[in-house]
């Protein structure tokens, strides 16, 4: 029933309803792309599992022990729910499809998480990449098979071409694994391990899927003029993607794991076509009767030149091109390099005028990196795909070579071994390019052994490393026991009066009890628990109320507590003869105390006194440089200038993640050296940094740190993958010419 005014919503459907064999059929990819995608998200819980066992038994640390333990826990109780709410979703979404719907109401929401991030908090943020990443990932490399699977469906069902998301795109698995996986109960770290294993399996098992929906609709005789196009794995052909670090440092493996992914292949393509609208018409193209020169042509001639590597990187292109349209005798000919050719020279050029002048690899590398030129070149003309595929020989080979560079420094690598390895590398990698259809497979080789060069070093520093950070983390634990202590102490006597034999323990061995205590066996033990009575209940037995109203109490427990005092100050090293004396005082003060108050109920004698925090004169002083210590005015000042203010310099300091590279320079030495941040204290504000070696190089106040900061004696070294920041920055140059052109 209806009138003018009422609109039947169930009788509004954006498409017909499917029949019985369309239902059925579209039922059969769903049941085989639900049950493989559920199996991937099993297999990852399980690798999960053995990961987090396996990094609760690596750390020393007791704390983030539990804290892995706890996730273990946790994970092991509610992955089944979590494994069922990602299958129902998926089979969900296959329903809303069937009826012309889309589970994802944002299709934009997983893209646009970087546009969100200024929205979020930190926690929120890493959590919203990774999820990003598994979007990502999913879609790589199934375009033309998801697309074919896309068509089947829609002219299974019927369908118009829509805008509504077939249930195996990245974005939609990526936002049903959202749901499925935000109230699982673990920690952010426990959680990045588990979306970085989900990452690989769902991938994986996405692209199962639609080849075998695709399998399924064409023997069932849907669209079967579609070739069946093989998947390109996402294991083989990854998103680009910075190669990883060879540190084995978890904070950048955990770094690699969320960070935002580029399709380079897509940016080339944009360099492309602003090189093309930026140059002149060819000769060609005017009808000037020159003669193109094609890239197999082109490819040839290389093969007859070498690269002109002592020109400076701007000059590469022109010189490139006039020995390329020159002939044997160095006269100009009547041939024109071809728009493809052009822009193949322009895109290198420009990508190696950016490493020129990148600051994050230091001159010498920046050189030695120069003569792959020609090879990148030669590969782009080959139609290599040198920027579609993160796992290009030539391309992974810079990114490695450019890793070990970007901590290189004459200082760490005093015999030129380090430096000779990445000459040597990028000198094989040029020889091998120019054996045409096997360059691919001889780069590669080349690559491997870069990497097994770069494992044995990091070997060798990994030990050292870990001694300096070892040795940082029990200086930390020192102090914390030692604040620990003396507030414990602190807050035990702050109202009670003591005699000064009290007093005089509580400062000392029992003090020093406390922090043996706590460093050793931590705040959740049973032993810090007794240390903590036994100071508790020495205080208490010297509080005259006590023995007035809790006399028969108070002489029971005087066995206990004197037994606890000198299990206590055995502890710490004290002799038996010194124990005996100290117990035999305290006996005394005890007849003492007992004395005062039968002569005068109430009372407490005058040479007890009040001791607060104020008042422990042996208590240490923190063991740390105070973070008010501000840098000279004339430092601010000139920061003031670069826009970089000491507040900011601090919390730059303060966020700085352990494994992040910086360059540290001294003006007085005229050197420079590269270092890697391993130790980060808010407890005693301090940053260790060690070179490529291991070795330890600078232990720093925070407030040193950020003064440097300011005044550019230390600098961050970015450590973004090469060939996204080189595309990067050449789009951004083109797009800006070509802004200054129009303006003009």
């Not at 396996?54 to 539990?66: A, I, R």
């Not at 829509?162 to 049903?176: F, K, N, Q, Y």
């Not at 996986?181 to 690989?200: F, N």
């Not at 002048?357 to 990148?376: H, M």
Request: proline share 5%; net charge negative; charged share 25%.
């Amino acid at each position: 029933m209806s009138n003018g005014n009422i609109v039947d919503l169930q009788a509004r459907r954006t498409s017909p309803e499917p029949g019985d064999l369309a239902q059925r059929l579209v039922a059969g990819v769903r049941d085989v792309a639900a049950n493989g995608l559920k199996t991937a998200l099993q297999q990852a819980f399980t690798e999960v599992d053995d990961t987090l066992f396996e990094m609760s038994e690596k750390t020393n640390d007791g704390t983030l022990k539990q804290l892995y333990f706890d996730d273990l826990r946790s994970l092991r109780r509610t992955r089944d729910g979590a494994t069922d709410r990602f299958d129902a979703a998926v089979r969900g979404a296959f329903s809303l499809f069937l009826h012309g719907r889309s589970m994802h109401k944002d299709a934009s929401r997983v893209d646009s998480t970087a546009d969100e991030l200024s929205l979020v908090d930190e926690s929120e943020l890493e959590l919203g990449l990774a999820i990003t990443r598994i979007a990502t990932r999913c879609d790589d490399g199934v375009g033309r098979p998801r697309l074919e699977l896309t068509r089947r469906l829609q002219h299974l069902l019927q369908r118009a071409e829509s805008d509504t998301l077939i249930p195996l795109s990245g974005s939609v698995l990526a936002e049903a694994l959202r749901a499925a996986l935000s109230s699982l109960p673990i920690g952010l770290e426990s959680r990045l391990v588990l979306l970085k294993r989900i990452e690989r399996h769902i991938a994986d098992a996405t692209a199962d899927a639609i080849q075998d929906g695709n399998k399924l609709l064409f023997e069932a005789g849907v669209l079967p003029e579609l070739k069946l196009t093989h998947v390109r794995r996402a294991g083989a052909d990854p998103a680009p993607a910075p190669v990883a670090p060879a540190t084995g440092d978890p904070n950048n493996a955990m770094a690699s794991a969320i960070a935002p992914q580029i399709d380079l292949g897509a940016l080339a393509n944009e360099i492309t076509k602003l090189l093309t609208a930026s140059r002149p018409r060819s000769a060609i193209a005017e009808g000037g009767g020159a003669v193109e020169l094609d890239a197999a042509a082109v490819e040839r001639r290389l093969g007859q030149i070498s690269d002109p590597g002592t020109v400076e990187s701007e000059q590469f292109g022109a010189d490139l091109r006039r020995m390329l349209t020159t002939d044997a005798n160095g006269k100009p000919g009547n041939g024109v390099l071809s728009e493809q050719v052009e822009n193949a020279i322009d895109l290198v050029s420009l990508m190696f005028d950016f490493v020129a002048r990148d600051e994050s690899l230091p001159k010498e590398v920046q050189q030695a990196l120069t003569p792959l030129r020609v090879p990148l070149l030669r590969t782009a003309l080959r139609g290599g795909h040198v920027f579609d595929r993160s796992d290009h020989p030539l391309r992974a080979l810079m990114e490695s070579a450019a890793e070990v560079g970007r901590s290189w420094s004459p200082n760490s690598d005093r015999d030129g071994r380090v430096l000779e390895q990445i000459k040597s590398a990028v000198a094989a990698a040029v020889s091998e390019s120019d054996s045409g259809t096997t360059a691919d497979t001889g780069v590669d080789r080349v690559h491997q052994d870069l990497r097994a060069f770069m494992a044995n070093e990091q070997k060798r520093a990994q030990l050292l490393e870990k001694r300096s950070a070892e040795a940082a983390q029990a200086q930390e634990r020192r102090l914390s026991a030692q604040r620990t202590s003396q507030q414990v102490i602190a807050e035990v006597v702050e109202h009670t009066p003591v005699p000064p034999v009290v007093g005089t323990l509580l400062n000392g061995p029992l003090r020093r009890h406390l922090e043996l205590i706590l460093t050793r066996r931590g705040e959740d033990s049973k032993d810090w628990k007794s240390a903590r009575k036994l100071v508790r209940d020495l205080v208490w037995s010297f509080d005259p109320v006590t023995i007035e109203v809790e006399r028969s109490h108070w002489q029971a427990m005087l066995p206990t507590i004197v037994s606890a005092m000198r299990g206590a100050l055995s502890s710490v090293g004290m002799h038996d003869n010194d124990i005996d004396g100290v117990v035999q005082e305290f006996r005394n003060r005890y007849k003492d105390l007992l004395g005062a108050i039968e002569a005068k109920p109430g009372s407490s004698p005058e040479s007890f006194e009040r001791i607060g925090a104020e008042h422990l004169p042996d208590a240490p002083p923190p063991q740390v440089e105070a973070e008010a210590e501000a840098p000279p005015q004339d430092v601010v000042e000139k920061a003031a200038d670069a826009g970089i203010t000491y507040s900011d310099a601090l919390n730059r300091v303060r966020t700085m993640a352990n494994g992040q590279w910086v360059e540290i320079s001294d003006p007085q030495k005229g050197e420079s050296q590269r270092a890697k941040l391993i130790w980060n204290s808010a407890t005693t504000q301090r940053s260790l940094f060690v070179n490529r070696n291991g070795q330890l190089v600078a232990d720093l106040a925070w407030h040193r740190v950020a003064t440097d900061i300011m005044i550019g004696h230390i600098k961050t070294v970015d450590q973004g993958p090469l060939f996204e920041r080189a595309l990067v920055a050449v789009k951004r140059r083109l797009v800006d010419a070509q802004a200054t052109s129009r303006a003009a």
